[in-house]
Each structure stands twice: as structure tokens, then as C-alpha cells.
């Protein structure tokens, strides 16, 4: 089984990865991981800035390292922002058959009146360098999300009134 978490920043897909780590012994794969060994390694010329060319990018490398999990019958967590609204299009029907994606996405009014929360806990798995939250950012990026999921029939989970973990990860179980 492949499972994807994808989603805008800061909604926790990284404690969310780690915590179906500790569930189902899965390896895991950060696609910001994947992309900053592609950058540091000057395979790409483009930057940490560009989030959404990174996107389509670094999407056909996770595509077919995926597609040779499913092949060697392995099971696999893959996690982050740069999973495209078309990911579906990578894959003949045999291959979603193992691929459990979700994305989480974080309403305007949770991330309103939640930003201190949500900045507080940006570290809580990794450590971010230099991490500035962007509320009015994080608003669009989790809109966007949303709209790509309904538009393509992507699973996700909206957090509302409050982030509830648990909630969250019946959603990959």
C-alpha cells in the first residue's frame, strides 16, 4: 500500500506521516527532502522560491518511485505540498488500486484563529530554518487544495473548530 499526504504547508503532514510511520512500520519519503537533494545537488536550477514549478517538477521522479514500490510489493509513505491536483494521471488503474491518497486542508476561520498555534507547532517533527508563516498565503495554498481535491475526487480532511489527530489519521486507516 502507497500512501500519499498532500496538502499546503503547516498542516501537518510531517506529524501526520510520523504518526502512520509508528502505526504501520512504513518507510517514509518527504518530498521536501527529495527536492532539497535535487537543489543541493544543482539537478535542478530551480529554488526553495518556487513551490509551485517545484511541484511539476519533482512530481514524475515521486510518480515512478511509487510505481516501482507497487511493483516490488513494498509499502510506502510519501508526504508533501508537491503532490500535483493531476497525480492521478501518473498511474493506470492497476496502480491506484494501492495508492491511498488524503490531503489535509486548513479552513480560512481555523487559520485565522489559529496562526500562533500553527506557528508554534511548525517544529514539532522537523526543525524549520528560517520559517515564516504566511497566514494569508496558507489561506490560498489550503483553497487551492481543496478546490484540486473536489475537482479531481481526491480524498481530504478539512480542519475546522480544532486539529484532532486522531480524526485525521482514521482518514488513512
Known amino acids: 500500500m502507497i500512501i ?8 501537518g503532514k ?8 509508528e502505526k504501520f512500520h512504513y518507510p517514509c519519503t518527504s518530498l521536501d527532502h527529495l527536492k532539497m537533494g535535487f537543489i543541493r545537488t544543482g539537478r535542478t536550477e530551480l529554488t526553495v522560491e518556487d513551490d509551485y514549478k517545484m511541484r511539476f517538477w519533482l512530481w514524475p521522479f515521486a510518480a515512478e518511485m511509487i510505481k516501482t514500490a507497487i511493483e516490488n510489493k513494498q509499502n510506502m509513505i510519501i508526504e508533501g505540498c ?4 493531476q497525480w492521478k494521471e501518473s498511474f493506470t488503474p492497476e496502480y491506484l488500486k494501492e495508492i491511498r491518497a488524503v490531503f489535509i486542508v486548513m479552513s480560512e476561520r481555523y487559520l485565522r484563529t489559529h496562526s500562533e ?9 522537523e526543525n524549520r530554518i528560517d520559517d515564516e508563516v504566511n497566514i494569508e498565503r496558507l489561506i490560498d495554498c489550503s483553497k487551492s487544495f481543496k ?4 475537482a479531481n475526487g481526491t480524498p481530504f ?9 486522531d480524526k485525521i489519521l482514521e482518514a488513512f486507516c
Open 4 to 11: 500519499l499526504i498532500g496538502g499546503s504547508s503547516h498542516v
Open 14 to 21: 510531517t506529524l501526520i506521516s510520523q504518526k502512520l510511520i
Open 82 to 85: 508537491y503532490i500535483p491536483r
Open 117 to 125: 498555534d500553527i506557528s508554534r507547532y511548525a517544529s514539532v517533527i
Open 147 to 150: 478546490e484540486d481535491c473536489i
Open 157 to 165: 480532511v478539512e480542519i475546522d473548530d480544532e486539529y484532532n489527530l
